[in-house]
């Protein structure tokens, strides 16, 4: 057998199959030899559900160290891993489950019923268990099943996952993420951020996110080093385990709220090896506050989805605040004319483009929505808008398409909007992310109601509960007798974030 497979190349710097390769914060621990026999019984357990190479293992389970086990069985056994961030509702799984066809999906019991009996869900060949304290009927089944499993031989240019983005136009599209993609991605990362055996990471990231699943597991297994999962972030803990660690990944929500925690001192990081920062524009305040606080800068990178990780600060070298550093190794980067498509030059503003073996492979089954995505020179097209300073730092200035960020989440306005424009009295809406001091933005909305409505804020944001992930849910709604427009007819949201730029801010609390 080659060694292609991203599973294979994931265990290849494994230092000694005896060493801690997870441990919880209550204390129960996995070694490498524990992971890798765990991801045998998985996989067998998965092809006595059906499962064959290219199928789709659709989960929705909150981060266990089962979940872990579930994500490296499915890739063992040649499968595409399908996570789905847990806050989704019945609605919006109903639409992943018609569009990827998984043959397998693994949900919380609670939700069994319910998913099970979803007309889409009429050609999943099981629906499976597993809940937040990693048991379940997948779990019971696993437990059945010998460790010895033959890893199933995939090709670079398989599909190791699909992941899916919020739509434009509502519909969510699913990123194929290849085996070669993955790997090469996370071998770049241990080299860059000099992961070795002896780190220590603390895990506190979702487990349906690119950045926890991916960056953090991968660059983690890739480096044969050890990780504190954590379910989530929660700052007593991490200042309790982080004597222990060297290394943390996160959202600038961690960092805020890292700084607000009295016991996060200067001794307790002295220990640190790296702090790194993503999924959301770090603040260039927060950044001076945290190296002030504990003589760390933190190390900002940027990333998506479809690109995984393209840029760094560097790990020895100015971390410059408000950028993300420089393209990584391997990654061809470009800032074009939004109109034209042409390179632009140093330090003007245009789109990011990107192209490299971490490119994913394009959306799944829209071969029409892939080929608009990218150039003819296989450059993709980000969307966000940036620049390129004259010492080579690279600079997000902001987002096409009215993208929005919110706890490190993709938020598309127009699938808020349309839910919000559906309801009974209002007439149109514009949704818009504004400076958010533990989000990054907040998702707001501005309502315009029919005349005679009595429609009010409490309506609105009651009425998107059941309709839409947590995330994706306005903080506040506004109302106004009519949306600004331009002479083109088009709303002018740089308005509207003018107008509610101040909104949470600490003296308005929102």
């Not at 033959?150 to 194929?176: C, N, P």
């Not at 560097?314 to 800032?335: K, N, W």
């Not at 608009?372 to 902001?398: A, C, N, P, Q």
């Not at 958010?436 to 907040?442: I, L, R, T, V």
Request: net charge negative; glycine share 10%; charged share 25%.
């Amino acid at each position: 057998m080659t060694d292609e497979t991203l599973y294979n190349r994931l265990f290849r710097n494994v230092p000694d199959a005896d060493k801690l390769f997870l441990e919880t914060a209550e204390g129960r621990s996995l070694t490498y030899a524990d992971v890798q026999a765990g991801a045998g019984r998985m996989a067998n357990a998965l092809v006595e559900l059906g499962i064959k190479p290219g199928d789709r293992v659709a989960v929705q389970v909150e981060k266990t160290p089962e979940a872990l086990l579930l994500y490296l069985g499915t890739i063992r056994a040649g499968a595409v891993y399908l996570p789905l961030n847990t806050g989704y509702t019945l609605t919006e799984l109903a639409y992943f489950l018609e569009d990827a066809k998984p043959t397998v999906v693994v949900c919380d019991p609670q939700a069994r019923t319910e998913i099970a009996s979803l007309p889409e869900a009429q050609s999943v060949a099981s629906v499976e268990t597993l809940d937040a304290a990693g048991k379940g009927s997948l779990a019971e089944r696993m437990a059945r099943q010998g460790d010895a499993f033959e890893t199933v031989q995939r090709a670079g240019d398989d599909l190791a996952a699909i992941l899916y983005t919020s739509g434009t136009t509502g519909r969510s599209k699913g990123a194929m993420l290849t085996q070669e993609n993955l790997a090469f991605n996370a071998g770049i990362l241990v080299d860059y951020w000099r992961f070795t055996a002896d780190d220590v990471l603390i895990h506190a990231l979702p487990f349906f996110h690119t950045h926890g699943l991916f960056v953090a597991t991968n660059t983690l297994l890739m480096a044969g080093g050890s990780v504190f999962f954590l379910p989530r972030f929660d700052a007593e803990t991490v200042v309790r385990l982080m004597p222990r660690a060297t290394a943390l990944m996160g959202v600038p929500t961690f960092y805020t709220r890292l700084l607000a925690h009295e016991a996060f001192t200067k001794e307790v990081a002295q220990g640190m090896r790296l702090f790194i920062s993503g999924s959301a524009p770090l603040l260039a305040e927060t950044h001076r506050e945290f190296s002030e606080r504990t003589g760390h800068a933190i190390l900002e990178r940027y990333g998506m989805t479809e690109i995984n990780m393209t840029t760094s600060n560097p790990y020895e070298g100015e971390r410059r605040p408000g950028t993300v550093g420089f393209p990584l190794p391997g990654t061809e980067l470009r800032v074009v004319d939004l109109e034209t498509g042409t390179p632009i030059a140093t330090d003007e503003v245009g789109v990011i483009e990107v192209r490299g073996p971490h490119v994913f492979k394009g959306y799944w089954q829209m071969p029409e929505k892939t080929a608009s995505e990218f150039r003819s020179d296989g450059f993709f097209i980000t969307g966000d808008l940036g620049k390129i300073d004259t010492d080579g730092y690279v600079h997000i200035v902001g987002r096409d398409k009215d993208l929005i960020i919110s706890g490190g989440f993709n938020v598309y306005p127009k699938e808020v909007e349309s839910e919000i424009d559906a309801l009974e009295g209002v007439v149109e809406s514009a949704v818009i992310g504004v400076p958010h001091p533990d989000f990054g933005e907040g998702v707001t909305a501005v309502v315009v109601r029919k005349a005679g409505s009595n429609l009010d804020e409490a309506e609105v944001l009651d009425a998107l509960k059941d309709r839409l992930a947590r995330y994706k849910q306005p903080k506040r709604a506004f109302f106004v007798d009519e949306l600004p427009r331009n002479t083109m007819g088009k709303v002018q949201k740089n308005t509207l974030r003018e107008t509610y730029g101040t909104l949470y801010q600490p003296a308005h609390s929102g």
